[in-house]
């Protein structure tokens, strides 16, 4: 359910920041096509492994389930190959989107490039030891850092979505700008909280007291933005306007 619901909520965030990225009608179908049928298929063949209880990753068994393990290979090599191109496109300069709303996309892309190669971390220790003879090894530690991946993935969604609602404030370019960058910070703090934890296989109730607070205030600035957006009102007759301006 988690890998499932992590998947929805990444390609719903990617259709939805494509929409920014200076790219042909032709282009943005082709490679949103591909990453759709690339989540749908990790998704449908997880699901199928998990349904008859075995390791979906990692697992050449039997020969279904090396035919498992290899399409799953395949299809996160296309989910690399579009998440690469999106991240180069998001870098080129396109004036009809605000800067603010271009540097989040651009944060959110590098960091899900970062979640995508500790993925492939994962798999490449996973199938090392599996080679070398010793697959429950591969099953027990090849995920661990999966929270990580989980953390960095999700920034293109997170940092994204702030920057959009934020151009909807009555806000100068400069003042959404710092507050994107603000929020960069403490979503950093967060993943790097994670990461270190992670490394070091601290359980999250024996996390040292200087980690519990780069975490809560990590948090704390990422609300505190969300919560200043919240606070500034706009006219109803500019929200029309700059409706009809994003469409």
Request: with cysteine; hydrophobic share 55%.
């Amino acid at each position: 359910m988690t890998f499932g619901l992590s998947f929805g909520l990444t390609l719903i965030s990617i259709v939805w920041v494509t929409s920014f990225l200076h790219l042909r009608a032709r282009a943005r179908a082709l490679l949103l096509g591909v990453f759709t049928a690339a989540c749908a298929l990790e998704t449908v063949l997880v699901t199928v492994q998990a349904w008859r209880g075995v390791p979906s990753h990692f697992n050449l068994e039997t020969t279904f389930d090396g035919l498992v393990a290899r399409t799953l290979a395949g299809g996160g090599f296309a989910l690399v190959a579009v998440i690469v191109v999106l991240t180069l496109t998001s870098f080129r300069a396109n004036a009809a989107v605000p800067f603010s709303l271009r540097l989040a996309i651009r944060i959110g892309f590098v960091a899900l490039v970062g979640a995508v190669i500790v993925g492939a971390l994962m798999i490449a220790k996973g199938m090392r030891l599996v080679f070398a003879g010793d697959p429950q090894a591969a099953y027990a530690t090849g995920g661990t850092l999966k929270p990580i991946h989980g953390a960095a993935m999700h920034a293109i969604l997170v940092l994204p979505a702030l920057a959009w609602a934020l151009s909807f404030t009555d806000w100068t370019e400069r003042a959404r700008t710092r507050a994107v960058l603000l929020a960069t910070a403490g979503y950093a703090a967060i993943v790097g909280v994670v990461g270190v934890a992670t490394l070091a296989h601290i359980e999250p109730e024996e996390l040292p007291l200087a980690l519990i607070t780069t975490g809560a205030l990590g948090s704390a600035i990422l609300l505190a933005t969300a919560a200043r957006r919240a606070s500034a009102r706009q006219p109803r007759s500019r929200l029309r306007a700059k409706g009809r301006e994003w469409r």
